[in-house]
């Protein structure tokens, strides 16, 4: 499947697709976008099956691109790793769609555990 | 109200859990230090709500922070020829995620708290407002690191934001 990543930090997107080559899930497809703004175009023309996205971006951020995501009928899987991992952070992110919230710092077990429902992700 | 005691060992908590999470190895014990020396580079983020201010900083030097880099991504020490934009990119994401941290450790004593987005800073981080300040050096496989808190409290005078 086609995953993109979406976080201002290059080095943060670098890292999460090594978290996922380590979480068993290296053969996927990846592309980056570095805020939710860019994030819609990349979507628009590379059409990701999930997207993974950080919350706290300038221009636009994580839950402001689901909810224009949503808002546009598009339903593609999302999920967020975030440094914001409070309950009420959780609890935007599952109103908005989001099918997972992993904090930061993300390890290959907490991607793992939070790709499980996703579908078409299998390892 | 947020307390420097609190802030400061939630973001030590935060720092091993982040050590762990990207294979830095232990860290060593914390050691009060009056500030991080000259010459380091560092990335903050606030952490702010109607009741306090903090800011949460990392500071370290080019070669500590090109080799957490090279850890995060999986580089070979010897190939970890950071370009500067990457250096900033390292730390912003390490205070990023130390600020998170406390944010979440804290979140009972202050549901307010919102992050900000990380800064850069080359050289000496100073506050001009009163506030307490907190920063503590602690040893890693890479080199020293300092973790820095600064809180100011509604109940200093200042306004928090």
Not at chain 2, 70 to 78: F, I, N, Q, S, V
Request: glycine letters at 10%.
């Amino acid at each position: 499947m086609k995953v993109l990543i979406v976080d201002d930090s290059k080095v943060m997107r670098a890292l999460v697709r090594r978290t996922f080559r380590q979480a068993g899930h290296g053969h996927h497809d990846f592309c980056e976008a570095e805020n939710g703004r860019h994030a819609i175009e990349v979507i628009r023309s590379e059409a990701p099956d999930l997207v993974v996205c950080d919350w706290n971006m300038p221009q636009m951020t994580g839950i402001e691109l689901l909810e224009a995501l949503r808002a546009a009928g598009n339903q593609v899987q999302f999920g967020f790793i975030t440094s914001e991992g409070s309950d009420d952070f959780r609890a935007r992110a599952s109103a908005a769609g989001a099918a997972f919230l992993v904090t930061k710092p993300v390890t290959p077990d907490s991607l793992a555990a939070a790709l499980e429902p996703v579908r078409g992700i299998a390892c | 109200m947020l307390t420097l005691e609190a802030c400061s060992d939630a973001v030590m908590d935060a720092a091993r859990e982040l050590s762990d999470a990207i294979g830095l190895g232990p860290l060593g014990v914390a050691l009060r230090d009056t500030a991080a020396p000259p010459g380091v580079v560092g990335g903050y983020v606030a952490v702010v709500s109607p009741r306090s201010s903090v800011q949460v900083g990392i500071a370290t030097t080019r070669l500590s922070a090109a080799r957490i880099g090279a850890l995060m991504l999986g580089l070979d020490e010897d190939d970890s020829g950071l370009e500067e934009s990457e250096l900033q990119d390292v730390l912003g994401e390490l205070a990023n995620i130390l600020a998170g941290g406390l944010k979440r450790r804290l979140a009972e004593q202050d549901g307010g708290l919102e992050l900000g987005l990380p800064i850069f800073v080359d050289g000496r981080f100073e506050v001009s407002s009163p506030r307490e300040a907190c920063v503590q050096r602690i040893g890693s496989d890479v080199g020293d690191c300092w973790l820095a808190v600064y809180v100011q409290n509604a109940a200093f005078g200042g306004r928090a934001r």
